[in-house]
């Protein structure tokens, strides 16, 4: 066996979990390095959890490997654990426990934390450990989550939709504490459903739908699948620039009705930007559609399409 730290942070073989039907984890092959920040990305249903209840020995696979820092999944589910930091995608529910009694009671489990740490995390989401748990919003449930995840610095942290119910500010607070737990030396392996979130920290990402992993990709070849619908409202005494608008990279399906616009634009917003710069605009609406409308526009129902050049 190779030495712990040369093994990937996480290797899988074929893993397959399969319910029937047609639902489940099929024939996964995936490898994540060490100090890589991994974006899990598939709509709800595609099979992101069931991966990561694999990964944390929760579940059994119908047969398959998986594997974290050189360690089976399965056999070995104490070691793994011991080295991981999870986030489950449904917070356990603790009752009439108080935030730091959670801590308290999880910390001891793991032979200890450093109270120091789990006081600045506290502070940074501004979670207040003296109220009981079935008093949390589910805002501040997900930050109690977080806290659990981080608060014993792990070589590997397993996120299964982390910013569920978070604010956009706790949001931000939340990638900039992923950059820095990556910069330290960690690896991060996170499910979303959400495009734009993988964009802010991950290095690659693995699309996977209907529980087949269909694509793993690097950053610059998901910003090409990222799609737009975006509504410009012009001044009345300005003339819509039609045709710059239509000529520009990326913008397709060009709708024009009186001084309002409607287009969807793939990839960046440069070239709309330039289009209508000389105009007048009195509104900009940019909404990014649901990650399985995306899908449905690149992928068939059986096999990936590629992606655009």
């Given at each position: 066996?190779?030495?712990?730290?040369?093994?990937?942070?996480?290797r899988?073989?074929?893993?397959?979990?399969?319910?029937?039907?047609?639902?489940?984890?099929?024939?996964?092959?995936?490898?994540?390095?060490?100090?890589?920040?991994?974006?899990?990305?598939?709509?709800?249903?595609?099979?992101?959890?069931?991966?990561?209840?694999?990964?944390m020995?929760?579940?059994?696979?119908?047969?398959?490997?998986?594997?974290v820092?050189?360690?089976?999944?399965?056999?070995?589910?104490?070691?793994?654990?011991?080295?991981?930091?999870?986030?489950?995608?449904?917070?356990?529910q603790?009752?009439?426990?108080?935030?730091?009694?959670?801590?308290?009671?999880?910390?001891?489990?793991?032979?200890?934390?450093?109270?120091?740490?789990?006081r600045?995390?506290?502070e940074?989401?501004?979670?207040d450990?003296?109220?009981?748990?079935r008093?949390?919003?589910?805002?501040?449930?997900?930050k109690?989550?977080i806290?659990?995840?981080?608060?014993?610095?792990?070589?590997?942290?397993?996120?299964?939709?982390?910013?569920?119910?978070?604010?956009p500010?706790?949001?931000?607070?939340?990638?900039?504490?992923?950059?820095?737990t990556?910069?330290?030396?960690?690896t991060?392996?996170?499910?979303?459903?959400?495009?734009?979130?993988?964009?802010?920290?991950?290095?690659?990402?693995g699309i996977?739908?209907?529980g087949?992993?269909?694509?793993?990709?690097?950053?610059?070849?998901?910003?090409?699948?990222?799609?737009?619908?975006v509504?410009?409202?012009?001044?009345?005494?300005?003339?819509?620039?039609?045709?710059?608008?239509r000529?520009?990279?990326g913008v397709?399906?060009?709708?024009?009705?009186?001084?309002?616009?409607?287009?969807?634009?793939?990839?960046?917003?440069?070239?709309?930007?330039?289009?209508?710069?000389?105009?007048?605009?009195?509104d900009?609406?940019?909404?990014?559609p649901?990650?399985?409308?995306?899908?449905?526009?690149?992928?068939?129902?059986?096999?990936?399409?590629?992606?655009?050049?």
């Amino acid at each position: 066996m190779l030495p712990e730290m040369a093994a990937p942070a996480i290797r899988t073989s074929r893993l397959t979990k399969d319910y029937g039907v047609g639902r489940g984890l099929f024939d996964l092959d995936l490898q994540v390095s060490a100090q890589e920040v991994f974006g899990y990305l598939g709509p709800n249903g595609s099979g992101k959890t069931t991966t990561i209840r694999l990964l944390m020995g929760m579940i059994s696979p119908s047969h398959g490997t998986a594997h974290v820092f050189g360690l089976d999944c399965f056999r070995e589910a104490v070691e793994v654990k011991r080295k991981v930091g999870y986030l489950p995608g449904d917070v356990p529910q603790f009752g009439s426990l108080r935030g730091s009694e959670v801590v308290a009671y999880l910390g001891g489990m793991r032979g200890g934390v450093d109270r120091r740490r789990v006081r600045a995390l506290a502070e940074r989401f501004d979670l207040d450990l003296g109220r009981r748990f079935r008093e949390y919003s589910s805002g501040n449930k997900q930050k109690l989550a977080i806290v659990l995840a981080f608060m014993h610095e792990p070589d590997l942290l397993i996120l299964d939709e982390p910013t569920s119910s978070l604010d956009p500010l706790n949001q931000q607070e939340f990638y900039a504490l992923l950059r820095e737990t990556r910069d330290g030396g960690a690896t991060v392996f996170l499910s979303s459903h959400v495009l734009s979130e993988v964009e802010h920290v991950c290095d690659r990402v693995g699309i996977i739908r209907d529980g087949r992993l269909v694509r793993v990709a690097q950053l610059d070849e998901l910003r090409r699948i990222r799609v737009h619908r975006v509504e410009i409202e012009f001044a009345p005494d300005t003339a819509v620039p039609e045709t710059p608008i239509r000529d520009a990279e990326g913008v397709e399906e060009v709708t024009i009705s009186g001084q309002r616009v409607t287009c969807t634009v793939r990839g960046g917003f440069e070239a709309l930007m330039r289009a209508i710069r000389d105009a007048q605009v009195v509104d900009f609406i940019s909404t990014e559609p649901s990650l399985e409308e995306i899908f449905l526009s690149y992928f068939s129902e059986r096999k990936p399409k590629a992606l655009p050049p």
